[in-house]
RNA sequence: GGUACCUUGGCCGAGUGGCUAGGCACCGGUCUGCAAAACCGAUUACGGCGGUUCGAAUCCGCCAGGUACCUCCA
């Protein structure tokens, strides 16, 4: 029986079962990254989450289309009129084209994301490439009458569109309340009400990304582009919209309002965030500068690292978790996901070498179901995880001569594992990638019986100096009751 | 100040009314020349107080502590 998936909706805050606008396809945004700097374990949890949906609904036979934007145009760094694009500032400091920064860090992105097994997007859209339909947006809403122009500027009008719509729907806020809690307005003078927020600004002269618009030379605002380029390649509405929960407000809540005023209708049927990684209980991020990138990872230079930690450590780290809780990194927590990681795997392989018997005596028929039950709700992967460990125990017994299973039975749990772990968690073995040509593992062999046959003849000085230097090396060397099993470094 | 959320055993983390996920660590055992691995077993838990209920980690109230957003952030 075919589950039907539910997910967490932040509009109505309640999990809602999934059904397309359209049979059988699938229209998915997700926030892609600024690249204006070395990605960081904060930019792995959303592109790991949405990777897991993306996966996890062409399994059930969507075709999905999934555009995630590369934000290149760079977001205001304050509403004051000395406003200056975030990737001209680094430029300057670099002393590099903007477009080179861009260029630098978007491939830094693709590299980390192809390391975590994170598939590509179908659409990858820049920012920067969708001027032309950010400034047309900004004119569908200024002809709807909930946007004005002052100084060569276009800020949306709250006040008015929440007479008609209702701004805050999202993020659960009410505009008097926004109003009280925001003090300052000096230097805000272009805008009617604090509140407003640009969809086209208007560029500085020392401004260097500047485009030509009805109201000025200047850049769009920094919501437009999802509004633009979603609605661009997905339509006027589509299913779901995603990002790191930090988006809720005020970006997501100005893309409904943009859209709303626009278009005259709601775009996104299901909105849904990941929660933040923190470190040490506060959130990991750029302004409180606690961030480790992913490189940092995967080469263990940093001061709160104890060691290297690969890709899918870092990402077996992730969905362990439940994408709408808070993670607490810390080096020993990554130490657990490494070694309950490598065991899992390890499994994983044994299970590729049992022999099937003519019958059963685990019962591992109801696995399957388990494991889409919990990934339906809600994309629960720690409690598909914890199933697969169960089986794990299975496993290592058939494989002990504890138990039998046969060969119906081994088949399925060899599809099973191989569904869950390799197409829909998306993890790897990452050790027989490592382990080299022919030769070096014939060497390897041909060492490790050497040191058999010292054990056969009792000869344990031999045989502990084999192990003892090839351990020293790093490799790692596992008696078996009838030989041995080994792993490179 | 406003809004939302969180507090689970040594650590990380599931779980939303009864059936006490899982991982890592630790302890005991089996196996082994020794070790590793694997397996078996044991131990440790739901922030505090009160309420609802036959029964609450799970629902309600209060208190304490913490986090996020309200400014760029995944």
Same mark, same amino acid.
């Given at each position: ?325 808070? $993670?607490?990194?810390?080096? *020993? +927590? =990554?130490?657990?996901?490494? #070694? ?5 795997? @390890?499994?994983? %392989? ?115 100096? $084999?192990?003892?230097?090839? *351990? +020293? =090396?790093?490799?790692?060397? #596992? ?5 041995? @099993?080994?792993? %490179?470094?």
């Amino acid at each position: 029986m075919k589950h039907s998936l539910y997910i967490y909706n932040t509009l109505s805050r309640k999990k809602e079962e999934f059904v397309p606008i359209h049979e059988n396809k699938v229209g998915m945004d997700v926030c892609g990254p600024t690249v204006y700097g070395d990605p960081h374990l904060g930019h792995a949890r959303p592109a790991i989450t949405f990777d897991i949906l993306f996966r996890y609904l062409q399994h059930l036979g969507y075709k999905v289309r999934y555009v995630r934007n590369i934000t290149d145009v760079g977001h205001l760094e304050n509403d004051a009129d000395s406003g200056e694009d975030k990737i001209v500032k680094k430029a300057r400091l670099d002393e590099l084209e903007p477009m080179e920064v861009v260029q630098y860090y978007t491939n830094r992105y693709h590299k980390a994301m192809e390391a975590l097994n994170v598939l590509s997007p179908s659409i990858e859209p820049h920012a920067s490439g969708h001027i032309m339909e950010q400034i047309e947006f900004t004119q569908k809403i200024l002809d709807a009458g909930f946007a004005y122009e002052s100084e060569g500027s276009v800020y949306f009008d709250v006040e008015k569109y929440n007479k008609k719509y209702h701004y805050g729907k999202l993020s659960g806020r009410n505009i008097e309340d926004m109003l009280e809690t925001t003090r300052e307005l000096d230097g805000q003078s272009e805008k009617h009400r604090s509140i407003d927020f640009a969809l086209w600004k208007k560029a500085s002269p020392e401004h260097i990304m500047h485009w030509k618009a009805p109201w000025s030379e200047g850049f769009p605002g920094w919501h437009m582009e999802c509004s633009a380029m979603g609605t661009k390649y997905l339509g006027e509405q589509f299913d779901i919209h995603g990002g790191g929960m930090d988006l809720m407000f005020p970006h997501h809540e100005c893309e409904i309002a943009q859209n709303r005023a626009g278009l005259g209708k709601d775009t996104v049927k299901y909105w849904m965030h990941n929660n933040m990684i923190t470190i040490g209980g506060q959130k990991m991020g750029k302004s409180l500068g606690n961030f480790i990138t992913l490189e940092e990872f995967f080469t263990g230079n940093h001061k709160l690292l104890t060691q290297p930690f690969s890709p899918m450590t870092v990402r077996f780290f992730i969905l362990q978790a439940h994408y709408r809780s808070t $993670i607490d990194f810390s080096s *020993t +927590a =990554l130490e657990a996901s490494e #070694k309950g990681l490598s065991r899992l795997m @390890e499994g994983y %392989a044994r299970l590729q070498k049992i022999v099937a018997s003519s019958s059963s005596s685990v019962e591992t028929a109801g696995l399957r179901a388990k494991c889409e039950e919990a990934m339906c709700d809600d994309l629960n992967t720690p409690i598909v995880i914890s199933y697969l460990f169960d089986t794990l125990r299975a496993i290592n017994l058939i494989h002990d001569g504890k138990e039998i299973i046969s060969a119906t039975d081994l088949e399925e749990l060899q599809s099973v594992f191989k569904l869950f772990i390799e197409d829909i968690l998306g993890l790897q073995s990452e050790t027989e990638v490592s382990s080299g040509n022919d030769a070096y593992k014939k060497a390897i062999d041909l060492l490790l019986n050497m040191r058999l046959e010292a054990k056969q003849n009792k000869d344990w000085a031999t045989s502990d100096k $084999i192990r003892n230097e090839l *351990t +020293a =090396l790093g490799f790692e060397i #596992k008696d078996t009751k009838d030989g041995f @099993e080994w792993r %490179a470094p």
